[in-house]
C-alpha cells in the first residue's frame, strides 16, 4: 500500500495528471474540429506541459535544496530532465508555424515563475491575475497551437471555442484559489480573497453558464457537443460549489485536474454512441 501511495503522488506531484488534462483538451479540439490525430504532436504537448509546469512549480525549490534534495524531488527532477531530452526529440516533428504561435504562451509561462528584472515581481505575485493569465496559456496550449497545426481556420466557431475554453480553465482554478485562501498573502487579492468564498462561486457558475450558452453560438453544434458540454458544465458546477477552505489533500490536484480527462473521455464514448 505504502508503495501504490507512493506511485500516486508521484504521479501528481511530477505533472503527469496535470499534463495529461492538457492532453485531453488538446484532443477535444482535434475530434471536434475533425483535425487529424498526430500522436507525435500530443507526446511533444505532454512533455512540454511536464516540462513547464515542474519548471513553475519547483525552480524555488530546487535553488532552496540545492545537493539536498529529498528522494521524491530527486526522482522528480530526474524525470524532468527525462522529458526535456524527449521533449527535445519530439519536437522536431512539430510544424514550425505551431511551435511560433507557441512561443508567446512559453514566454508567459516563464514570467509566470521568474520576474523580469531581479528585483520585481513575477506575475504570478501581481495583483489578481494569477488565474487569468492560466487561463489564457491553456487557451493557447489546448485550441490555439492545435488549429495552427492542423491548419485550420481562426473561424467564428474557434474564436467562441476560445472564449468557452478561458471560461472552463478559470472556474477549474477557482477550487486552487479556495483551497490556498488560508496561506495567500493578502497582497494577491485571489477572487475568493475579493469577493469570499460562496460569491466566488456564485462567479465560477456564471461562468459555467456562459461556457455552456456559447456552443449555440457555432455554426457546427452536434448533439454531440452540445450532450457533452451539459454533462461536463453539472460535473463542473458540482466539484466548484463541493469545494472548501478544508479539502482533501488530492480534491484538487486530482479530482479537480481530472474533469478534462472526464470531458474528453464522455466526448469520445458520445461519438461511439451517436
Known amino acids: 500500500m505504502k508503495v501504490l501511495s507512493g506511485i ?3 504521479y501528481i506531484n511530477s505533472s503527469i495528471h496535470v499534463s495529461l488534462a492538457i492532453c485531453s483538451l488538446i484532443l477535444i479540439t482535434m475530434t471536434r474540429y475533425k483535425y487529424p490525430i498526430d500522436m507525435y504532436y500530443l507526446t511533444f504537448s505532454f512533455f512540454a506541459s511536464v516540462v513547464a509546469y515542474n519548471f513553475v512549480k519547483y525552480s524555488k525549490v530546487a535553488k532552496l535544496y540545492h545537493r539536498r534534495l529529498t528522494k521524491s524531488m530527486k526522482a522528480i527532477q530526474i ?5 526535456i531530452v524527449l521533449f527535445t526529440f519530439f519536437i522536431t516533428f512539430v510544424k514550425r508555424d505551431t511551435v511560433l504561435s507557441l512561443l ?6 516563464l514570467l509566470y515563475a521568474i520576474p523580469v528584472y531581479p528585483n520585481s515581481k513575477n506575475l504570478r505575485s501581481i495583483s489578481g491575475v494569477k488565474i487569468f493569465i492560466i487561463g489564457c496559456v491553456w487557451v493557447g496550449v489546448t485550441v490555439v497551437a492545435p488549429v495552427v ?10 474564436v467562441i ?6 471560461f472552463f480553465i478559470v472556474v477549474m482554478m477557482l477550487p486552487f484559489e479556495v483551497r490556498d485562501l488560508p496561506y495567500d498573502p ?3 487579492n485571489t477572487i475568493p480573497q475579493q469577493i469570499g468564498v460562496t460569491r466566488t462561486k456564485f462567479f465560477g457558475s456564471i461562468l459555467l453558464i456562459l461556457f455552456l450558452i456559447l456552443s449555440a453560438f457555432k455554426n457546427t453544434y452536434s448533439s454531440v457537443e452540445a450532450l457533452s458540454t451539459a454533462i461536463i458544465t453539472i460535473i463542473s458546477l458540482l466539484f466548484l460549489w ?3 477552505k478544508e479539502q482533501s489533500e488530492y480534491y484538487c490536484s486530482f479530482w479537480v485536474e481530472s474533469i478534462p480527462i472526464f470531458w474528453m473521455g464522455i466526448y469520445l464514448i458520445l461519438l461511439q454512441i451517436f
Not at 524525470?79 to 522529458?83: A, C, D, M, W
Not at 508567446?104 to 509561462?109: D, E, G, K, S
Open 242 to 244: 463541493g469545494t472548501s
Open 149 to 158: 497545426h492542423s491548419d485550420g481556420d481562426f473561424n467564428q466557431d474557434i
Open 161 to 166: 471555442e476560445m472564449v468557452q475554453r478561458f
Open 186 to 188: 493578502k497582497e494577491l
Open 104 to 109: 508567446p504562451f512559453a514566454f508567459l509561462t
Open 8 to 10: 500516486f503522488r508521484f
Open 79 to 83: 524525470f524532468t530532465l527525462l522529458s
